[in-house]
């Protein structure tokens, strides 16, 4: 079993930047693609971005290509997300999940992920 532990959400004004951190206990990450998804209130579960098991590979929610950015450290367990000119409509909890890098369903799809954390805050004030 893994565990993931979100960090890194807070309060921040529109255009403002956050970083997001996931640390992995319990499995060691290279067997997995990493995603991030976000969930506003009253709304679905929403694919932002995807790195694959050895960073060969990154995937973005078109609402957030060239804002954000996936990264991955294997050695230390710990996928990031590099939040910059946040929007409020960025505003959701953000959760970081694990997929099995020899599972090719799709990856946009949470349910096909095998992980999930408990989610982090994130709130962009206008």
């Known amino acids: 079993q893994a565990q993931l532990v979100e960090s890194g959400g807070g309060l921040v004004q529109a255009g403002g930047s956050l970083r997001l951190s996931c640390v992995a206990s319990g499995r060691t990450i290279s067997l997995y693609d990493m995603g991030w998804f976000r969930q506003a209130p009253g709304k679905g579960r929403e694919f932002v971005a995807l790195?694959?098991?050895?960073?060969?590979?990154?995937y973005y929610a078109d609402s957030v290509k060239d804002r954000f950015t996936i990264s991955r450290d294997n050695a230390k367990n710990t996928v990031s997300l590099q939040m910059n000119s946040l929007k409020p409509e960025d505003t959701a909890v953000y959760y970081c999940?694990?997929?099995?890098?020899?599972?090719?369903?799709?990856?946009?799809?949470?349910?096909?992920?095998?992980?999930r954390g408990q989610g982090t805050q994130v709130t962009v004030s206008s």
């Open positions: 790195i694959s098991w050895n960073g060969g590979s990154t």
């Open positions: 999940a694990a997929k099995g890098r020899f599972d090719n369903r799709p990856y946009y799809i949470p349910s096909n992920y095998e992980y």
